[in-house]
């Protein structure tokens, strides 16, 4: 009995490496293969420097889609129809803040992305010009202020004497 | 595989994934500039800002104060604005930083080292009173484009450097010479190395004053990166704009200096005054010169609650661009009367002047604190909004503080 159950062991110990053999080379075989097809697969960056960046992650990508209270938290944008165009174009060069504290008409909105065009390198934004410049007047359009408006936010605290 | 070589192998098409949106012109990317989107800095801590600061924008990065952490007599780093027209400069190297004067009107172009600089001319040092032209722009109605500045856009620092002059000087000054102008190391926001972000300057009487220097220092140490290091032209009582950071070369020119941000409505306003909104064609637009007279209340914070009885300190700074401030004043009943503050004379010409007053008040309630500086030509603050112009530029209206008597 056991000098049978030990000759057992003996032999599924074998059995076990032939298998992980078969699986090592098999993996290797495909990697082979899949090398021959694509002979860059290790040295990607090196063949194609132009579409590789290097980047130092700091955010987790999926907050960057997270809506609260009807505002992109990531942009701080209202989150609204051309919305999406808005963050695509106007937040390569300048920061979405720029854009949120200003409140223009249609016209204002429209001279300001033709000046960027003209002095910022901004490009043409083709069919999107209509989405952007209805997204912001919809959503950021002046606000009647007068000539000197009310003080407001103001933290009241106790003064010690 | 390490998070961090897992990261320098991403590729654009999974940043885009991260993104969510395509990232329109992403193959011009430089390598290792993270895209906004994916960047989380906490400016606080890259600038070393109180954290009462308020951030205006990230890119370019633009800060202002808060009335009350400007109390301090000669403003610390890390309560001074900061205001960017590009990108901060990535790389500076101080051993082959230099500073080359040219132009038209030059006489012998000429390179300085910063050794050079430091070595060769006298070493001077002033408190300079520097505010952003757009500061207040966030009361204009109809409002106007670009950073909503509050009130926080000024600082008085202690700046030590080489006169203007004496560089200018040695290398030539031809008789034809009538403006100077800047150019720097920043970064233009599209990262095209053929842009600058902005070159303003000065006219030459302003040019060659005692106070306007190349400066090295910044409250007795190396001015802050994002302040300049580790050149600044300062030039005191003017727009802001005019004391270029990161100073590379300076141009005497035979004209007005026509460097990005000296046309259009940049720091211009319209040379006759129009109606709110109206439009301005470009010949019709001056270039601002010194700032108007300004003050602010610094201490108490606004929102302080008093006993029936109490009396209240107030203190705070003026200025005056290129003048003087001659008279302090403040008002407690909205204008109806005024009541003279204690003023200080100014440390050196162009710097901030302190004013303090005790206020008692007759009874219970809500007041407004409004103060109002007049400079030595007799100006005064005005309590509404001054003259529209496009751009927002040169509020100079009466700072006020919330307070109540309970």
């Known amino acids: 009995m056991k000098n049978g159950s030990k000759l057992n062991n003996e032999f599924e110990k074998v059995f076990r490496m032939v298998v992980v053999t078969a699986i090592i080379v098999a993996v290797f075989s495909l990697l082979l293969g899949y090398l021959i097809i694509n002979p860059n697969f290790f040295d990607n960056e090196m063949a194609n420097p132009e579409d590789s960046v290097e980047i130092i992650l700091q955010n987790d990508g999926e907050d960057y889609e997270k809506i609260e209270n009807g505002i992109h938290v990531a942009t701080g944008f209202v989150d609204a129809p051309g919305m999406k165009e808005t963050i695509q174009n106007c937040t390569n060069c300048h920061s979405s803040k720029l854009v949120i504290q200003n409140r223009m008409t249609k016209e204002r909105w429209k001279t300001t992305i033709k000046w960027m065009q003209e002095t910022q390198n901004l490009w043409d934004l083709g069919k999107n010009e209509d989405i952007i410049i209805d997204y912001l007047v919809t959503n950021y359009p002046p606000r009647e202020k007068g000539r000197r408006e009310n003080l407001t936010n103001i933290e009241w605290y106790q003064l010690k004497e | 595989m390490n998070r961090r070589k897992f990261i320098e192998r991403t590729t654009l098409a999974s940043i885009t994934g991260l993104v969510g949106t395509e990232i329109v012109y992403g193959l011009k990317i430089p390598r290792g ?4 989107a994916l960047q989380d800095p906490d400016p606080f801590k890259l600038f070393n800002k109180d954290k009462d600061m308020v951030v205006l924008n990230d890119k370019p990065w633009n800060m202002e104060a808060q009335a009350h952490l400007l109390n301090d007599k000669v403003t610390p780093s890390s309560k001074m604005f900061l205001r960017n027209n590009g990108l901060i400069p ?67 620092a202690e700046w030590t450097g080489v006169r203007l002059r004496d560089v200018l000087e040695d290398a030539g000054i031809k008789d034809d010479a009538v403006y100077i102008g800047y150019h720097a190391a920043d970064i233009h926001l599209s990262r095209n190395p053929e842009k600058e972000p902005i070159s303003r300057g000065v006219p030459m009487a302003k040019a060659l004053q005692d106070e306007t220097l190349i400066a090295f220092k910044m409250n007795g140490e190396d001015i802050p990166l994002a302040h300049g290091y580790p050149l600044r032209l300062v030039a005191g009582g003017w727009p802001a704009s005019v004391s270029g950071k990161w100073l590379t070369e300076i141009s005497i020119r035979n004209k007005v200096h026509d460097g990005p941000k000296m046309g259009g409505t940049s720091y211009r306003v319209p040379c006759e005054t129009v109606a709110p909104g109206e439009k301005v064609a470009d010949e019709d637009m001056c270039i601002i010169e010194s700032m108007p007279v300004k003050s602010l209340i610094t201490s108490p914070k606004t929102g302080a609650i008093l006993k029936k009885g109490q009396k209240l300190q107030i203190n705070g700074h003026a200025w005056a661009g290129e003048l003087e401030v001659e008279k302090m004043e ?43 500086a007049t400079d030595s030509r007799g100006k005064s603050q005005p309590m509404l909004l001054p003259g529209w112009n496009p751009k927002g530029y040169l509020n100079n209206a009466c700072h006020r503080i919330a307070v109540k008597v309970a």
Do not use: M
């Open chain 2, 33 to 36: 500039y993270v895209p906004l």
């Open chain 2, 90 to 156: 990535e790389e500076i190297d101080l051993y082959s930083w230099t500073l080359t004067i040219n132009g038209e009107s030059v006489q012998k172009e000429k390179t300085f080292t910063l050794k050079e600089l430091k070595s060769k001319f006298n070493t001077h040092t002033y408190q300079l009173t520097l505010e952003c032209g757009g500061n207040g722009r966030s009361e204009f109605n109809p409002p106007a484009k670009g950073n909503q500045w509050t009130i926080g856009a000024v600082s008085c």
């Open chain 2, 330 to 372: 403040y008002s407690i009943d909205f204008g109806s009367t005024w009541q003279s503050c204690t003023l200080e004379k100014p440390v050196n010409r162009l710097a901030w002047q302190h004013f303090n007053a005790e206020v008692s008040f007759p009874k219970k309630g809500y007041y407004e604190i409004w103060a109002r």
